[in-house]
């Protein structure tokens, strides 16, 4: 079993998989980062400073101002704000491997066409089998 596992393990294919899970988490972290340090602060200053990440709704009778405020008094909250930023992170990883694939897409060879299977035939051009040697439409003989 243990051979078995070895064998399955350090095929190219797992190892293909494994650099990708590892490469796609570090890609996952830096367009998080570029989202919420990057993209938001623009669109957030474009409504009237708003800080996306601090969004939340109270979920209690407590007054709080801030998200902080909520966490130090344990206050439960949605932070539909966070979400937001998810969301946008979320489009944008998307779009990045959809442009990838796409591009991986163009650089692979299409397969050869498949050979034809039938041919016409010359005196009444309806399609035969290529090995035939007589037209069954008009019975006519077919040089080889």
Known sequence: MWKEFKEFALKGNVMDMAVGIILGAAFGKIVSSFVADVIMPPI???????????????????????LAEAKAAGVPVIKYGVFINTIVDFVIIAFAIFLVVRQLNRLQKAPPPAPPHTKDCPHCYSAIPIKATRCPQCTSELKG
Do not use: Q, W, Y
């Open 44 to 66: 957030g200053l474009l409504l009237g400073k708003m800080d996306f990440s601090e969004l939340f709704i109270n979920l209690s009778g407590k007054s709080v101002a801030t």
